[in-house]
């Protein structure tokens, strides 16, 4: 692709190119905008490893001869610096352009030093952007305050250039506080020419730590008045969590028979974990059971003797919150002629028991 000034009549003396053809000889671009000319001159190709393109001079009438460039577009053909700042007039008159690799050198006066060497890099005729690709899916687990910190997704992303890739940035910055949940984050590289490209990431903290739970203490309680249970006040556990608790619960029953009962006592957290504790309850029954002996009975010696075989004394009559187990007196075969006490003992189902006479 040849370079060249060219004027057609309509736009003055400006900048065209050449492919060798006649269909690809064309105006590349009216620099000096309308019938006013740009008068482009020294041409100085610039070849580097990454990008090539051309430096020159050009006329504006917003800023007067200063150094200009293209890459063979009109997108890319542009003032690359009003050196002497200002418009016709104010011109810095580049001229001498010099270039290799890296370095563009020419000569040029900013109105103040008189003309002088300026240099450029030869990075400016870098119009690619760079790419980069976020990672996907990083987890990481909630610390004791249900946080985490944000990692250097710079390093952990992928990123490339044609020429090369000078700063990366991210937001939010590495080590901030990363929340519960999806954090997104936005990494954004940026190479020599201030080409710019970016891509999204969700860091996820995830609460892996289970709840504790310390079960209230044990309970020892006699069965309610009359009842064979009892109706019993648990109290509350002690429960934390690195995030937040949802759910707190037990599997007690609604009163409790005469036994040891294990109560479970279960905490969930928010995000599912969840731990358990146990809690002892034990119900006696120290309720005595009732009796009372049957009413006194006066009855004959058998005949002939001075005794009573299998005297009728009677039933006496018993009750127990839980339940009679035994009721016995002491009645022997026979009794002798005389007035007997005899001691009626109830035992209840728990091992409890009464007497009467
Ligand atoms: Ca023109
Ligand atoms: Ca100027
Ligand atoms: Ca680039
Ligand atoms: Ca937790």
């Given at each position: 692709m040849a370079l060249f000034a060219a004027n057609d009549g309509t736009n003055g003396n400006e900048l065209?190119?050449?492919?060798?053809?006649?269909?690809?000889?064309?105006?590349?671009?009216?620099?000096?905008?309308?019938?006013a000319s740009s008068n482009p001159n020294g041409f100085t190709s610039v070849t580097t490893f990454c990008t090539d393109g051309v430096i020159f001079g050009a006329t504006t009438a917003a800023n007067g001869?200063?150094?200009?460039?293209?890459?063979?577009?009109?997108?890319?053909?542009?003032?690359?610096?009003?050196?002497?700042?200002?418009?016709?007039?104010?011109?810095?008159?580049?001229?001498?352009?010099?270039?290799?690799?890296?370095?563009?050198?020419f000569t040029a006066n900013n109105g103040s030093t008189g003309s002088e060497p300026f240099i450029l890099k030869t990075w400016i005729f870098d119009e690619t952007a760079p790419t980069v690709t976020?990672?996907?899916?990083?987890t990481a687990s909630a610390d004791a305050?249900?946080?985490?910190?944000?990692?250097?997704?710079?390093?952990?992303?992928?990123?490339?250039?044609?020429c090369n890739v000078v700063t990366r940035a991210q937001s939010p910055a590495i080590g901030a506080t990363a929340s519960l949940g999806a954090n997104p984050i936005s990494v954004t590289i940026t190479d020599e020419n201030g080409n710019s490209a970016s891509c999204s990431a969700t860091f996820t903290v995830v609460d892996t730590t289970a709840p504790s739970v310390t079960a209230p203490a044990a309970i020892t309680q006699n069965t309610d008045s009359g009842l064979c249970y009892a109706t019993v006040s648990l109290g509350s556990p002690s429960t934390s969590d690195n995030c937040s608790i949802t759910s707190t619960s037990n599997n007690a029953p609604a009163t409790f028979p005469v036994a040891a009962t294990t109560v479970i006592w279960t905490v969930i957290d928010?995000?599912?974990?969840?731990?358990?504790?146990?809690q002892l309850v034990t119900i006696s029954d120290a309720a005595i059971p009732s009796i009372t002996a049957p009413s006194a009975v006066t009855e004959e010696a058998d005949v002939g003797a001075c005794f009573k075989t299998a005297p009728t004394l009677?039933?006496?009559?018993?009750?127990?919150?839980?339940?009679?187990?035994?009721?016995?007196?002491?009645?022997?075969?026979?009794?002798?002629?005389g007035t007997h006490t005899i001691p009626w003992t109830v035992t209840d189902i728990h091992g409890n028991s009464n007497t009467a006479t």
């Open positions: 065209w190119k050449s492919d060798g053809t006649l269909a690809g000889t064309v105006l590349l671009k009216d620099i000096n905008a309308g019938s001869l200063e150094p200009w460039r293209t890459g063979g577009t009109t997108l890319t053909t542009k003032l690359i610096q009003d050196i002497r700042s200002g418009a016709t007039g104010s011109m810095s008159s580049p001229a001498s352009f010099v270039a290799d690799g890296l370095n563009i050198i976020c990672p996907s899916g990083t305050s249900c946080q985490s910190s944000i990692p250097d997704y710079c390093v952990l992303s992928t990123a490339a250039d044609n928010g995000s599912g974990n969840s731990s358990t504790a146990t009677g039933s006496p009559t018993t009750g127990d919150n839980c339940g009679v187990a035994t009721t016995a007196s002491n009645v022997g075969p026979t009794r002798a002629v």
